[in-house]
């Protein structure tokens, strides 16, 4: 497995995809070196593209309140590639970071080439959807 399909088998609503599926995820994305505050996202602006955090740390604000660090491994924006809709948070680099970029477009791209990954991430959606769902029910009635 190469470097950039290490980093895509990690995210969550990857997790269904083959190697093979990976690999070609992974030619359709760029990787980037942003410097120590350099916004990836910006809350309330339309999502183009994700980031995949290979080294460095961000930092997620939701209505100016820091609700969230992360560092490698982690993904932002991954939701932007299905829906293309508004961010829900700003994310910034509080490190200098280098993150795999994948586009909107290109993600398409390798949707039509691949059919079965559109089936995959569905399943991988409609799973993390159920267990949020169940861990809210949980939160709201505590056994």
Same mark, same amino acid.
């Given at each position: ?5 290490d ?5 969550g609503? &990857?997790?269904?995809c083959?190697?093979?599926?990976l690999? !070609?995820l992974?030619?359709a ?8 505050g350099?916004?990836?996202? $910006?809350?309330?602006?339309?999502g183009?593209?994700a ?7 961000a930092?997620v ?5 820091v609700?969230? $660090?992360?560092?490698?491994?982690d ?13 829900s948070?700003?994310?910034t680099?509080?490190s ?14 390798? &949707? ?13 959606l409609? $799973? !993390?959807? $159920?267990d949020?769902?169940?861990d809210?029910?949980?939160? !709201?009635?505590?056994?």
């Amino acid at each position: 497995m190469t470097r950039m399909t290490d980093h895509l088998s990690r995210i969550g609503l &990857l997790s269904g995809c083959s190697e093979r599926d990976l690999e !070609r995820l992974a030619r359709a994305t760029d990787e980037v070196r942003l410097p120590t505050g350099a916004v990836l996202t $910006r809350q309330g602006d339309i999502g183009r593209e994700a980031f995949v955090i290979v080294d460095g740390t961000a930092e997620v604000e939701r209505d100016g309140a820091v609700v969230a $660090r992360l560092g490698p491994g982690d993904v932002v924006g991954e939701l932007a590639l299905l829906d293309g809709g508004p961010r829900s948070a700003t994310v910034t680099a509080t490190s200098d970071l280098d993150a795999l970029v994948l586009t909107r477009p290109a993600f398409h791209a390798v &949707l039509d080439e691949i059919p079965t990954l559109a089936h995959r991430l569905l399943v991988t959606l409609a $799973r !993390r959807l $159920r267990d949020a769902g169940a861990d809210s029910t949980a939160q !709201r009635h505590p056994d």
